[in-house]
């Protein structure tokens, strides 16, 4: 079946660092999104990960391992502004003509804390 | 401005009484899709579309519909609403289809 894992809740403080895992099982696999959602507002894109690696940008960097089915996001100096839903999803396609079906893990709720 | 825009923004109706909400994109993209998001559940698909009368199901299609006729919007039909299908709606666009979909500002349904 199709699943993606990400921890519910996680809280952090203001300055440091924290990573979001993620975990994903699905039957193909075309690259992983990030997702940020403040409370209720709409997700804005934050990273994608097609290749295996770290890819990075600004305050924000995304590891992608496809032999593990395993994702995270680093934040690092985190700021207050970064309180939000962190939301995983997996492009998971299902035939050559690109198909572009988004499966979402359920998010991930940061809280930061001067 | 570049923009997904949805309307209403907020309604409260009841069981049974037709509704559309409304989905317009001003990027010439593709793909659209409608998701619902519910607590502890994520984003799921509802219907997708790939162009101008081109629509299918996605993961949750029961109990609503969908129509392309024109490649800016993409509006979701509730036929006959049920307290079931409350929730927040939220349409998405992307070109090429591979791309991070843009997304409207939502829509919170409460069918009563």
């Known amino acids: 079946g199709q699943n993606i894992d990400q921890p519910t809740e996680m809280t952090a403080t203001e300055g440091a660092i924290v990573q979001i895992n993620c975990t994903y099982q699905t039957s193909g696999f075309n690259g992983l999104f990030w997702y940020q959602q403040h409370a209720g507002e709409a997700p804005t894109f934050l990273s994608y990960n097609v290749l295996d690696g770290l890819e990075e940008k600004g305050r924000f960097s995304s590891f992608l391992s496809r032999s593990k089915g395993y994702s995270y996001l680093l934040l690092k100096e985190l700021q207050m502004k970064d309180s939000a839903s962190y939301l995983c999803a997996v492009r998971d396609l299902k035939f050559s003509g690109g198909y572009n079906k988004l499966i979402f893990g359920a998010g991930t709720r940061l809280a930061v804390h001067p | 401005e570049a923009q997904v825009t949805q309307n209403p923004r907020y309604l409260i109706t009841v069981t049974g009484k037709k509704l559309t909400v409304t989905c317009s994109q001003n990027?010439?993209?593709?793909?659209m899709s409608w998701y619902r998001q519910d607590p502890g559940l994520g984003l799921r698909q509802i219907y997708y579309?790939?162009?101008?009368?081109?629509?299918d199901k996605g993961d949750v299609p029961e109990g609503y519909k969908v129509s392309r006729k024109e490649k800016r919007n993409f509006p979701l039909i509730l036929e006959s609403p049920s307290p079931n299908q409350t929730s927040l709606y939220f349409c998405?666009?992307?070109?090429?289809?591979?791309?991070?979909?843009?997304f409207g500002d939502g829509t919170r349904l409460s069918i009563l």
């Open positions: 998405a666009s992307s070109s090429p289809v591979d791309q991070p979909q843009h």
């Open positions: 579309s790939m162009n101008v009368e081109v629509t």
């Open positions: 990027m010439n993209h593709e793909y």
